[in-house]
């Protein structure tokens, strides 16, 4: 954990202070969190570590007692969250497995939006998983978020076919003017990712990953009439975490996000 992250429900004795907030917290031994600020951070009592309030403010926490109950820590909050990385991702539902892997990289990453999309060709019993219901999910998005020091996760949604998700993504003519929406795609693709270059003012992404199978050639008819362009990652056959975070990466450098 490089940042231990707090509820607003597990704050206490809350105070305005500049531009942020002081407030207390209590953990009991068991937690996670204090099991690593005692066991694997070695910290005592008044040393300082990063923390941070879920979908608010980082700072710094300090723990101010420890007994047989847990950790009294005192928090100051004034530090904005780091930007949002304005990249919404669809993929075609991954394996479970996959999938929590997949939730925790994109979180690292800061994704705006993580869309899980029932593909033509995915295998329809990962559309079962419990994580979407048993916080599993939840869970892989904070272990994300608390490795990039972040306090804020990916939105998370399910989508029954790539016609409603694309229908959802494309339908503001507003969004698109500053853009770019692309589909990973190794069969007859329109490009390579190493050959494309976007218009100059690009800020924003959708990017759409197929399931294992890849895409359909239905599902490439939708996408190209939907105005995303296909790109090549090369002739390699990648799992599905893995080409989700290499073309986010890929995509993150072509609008300056690397600079």
């Given at each position: 954990m490089n940042l231990i992250l707090f509820t607003d429900a597990e704050l206490l004795n809350v105070q305005d202070c500049d531009q942020g907030i002081k407030a207390s917290a209590f953990l009991k031994r068991p937690d996670l969190r204090a099991v690593h600020l005692c066991k694997v951070l070695h910290k005592e009592k008044g040393e300082p570590f990063d923390a941070g309030v879920l979908g608010g403010k980082t700072g710094?926490?300090?723990?101010?007692?420890?007994?047989?109950?847990?950790?009294?820590?005192?928090?100051?909050?004034?530090?904005?969250?780091?930007p949002r990385t304005p990249i919404c991702l669809g993929v075609g539902f991954p394996r479970p497995i996959q999938l929590r892997r997949l939730l925790r990289d994109c979180a690292s990453l800061g994704l705006n939006a993580v869309d899980l999309i029932c593909t033509e060709l995915?295998?329809?019993?990962?559309?079962?998983?419990?994580?979407?219901?048993?916080?599993?999910?939840q869970a892989a998005l904070i272990e994300g978020a608390v490795q990039a020091r972040d306090t804020r996760l990916p939105e998370l949604s399910v989508y029954p076919s790539l016609a409603k998700w694309l229908h959802n993504k494309t339908s503001a003519a507003s969004s698109q003017a500053d853009s770019i929406f692309i589909a990973a795609d190794n069969v007859q693709p329109q490009g390579t990712f190493r050959g494309f270059n976007p218009f100059p003012g690009i800020t924003n992404a959708v990017l759409a990953i197929g399931s294992e199978r890849g895409w359909s050639d239905n599902e490439r008819h939708l996408l190209e009439s939907s105005g995303f362009v296909r790109l090549s990652f090369g002739s390699r056959s990648l799992r599905t975490e893995t080409a989700c975070i290499a073309a986010a990466v890929l995509v993150m450098e072509k609008i300056g996000l690397l600079e």
């Open positions: 710094s926490g300090s723990i101010a007692e420890i007994n047989n109950a847990g950790l009294t820590i005192n928090l100051v909050l004034d530090t904005e969250a780091p995915g295998e329809k019993s990962y559309r079962d998983t419990k994580l979407l219901e048993d916080g599993g999910a």
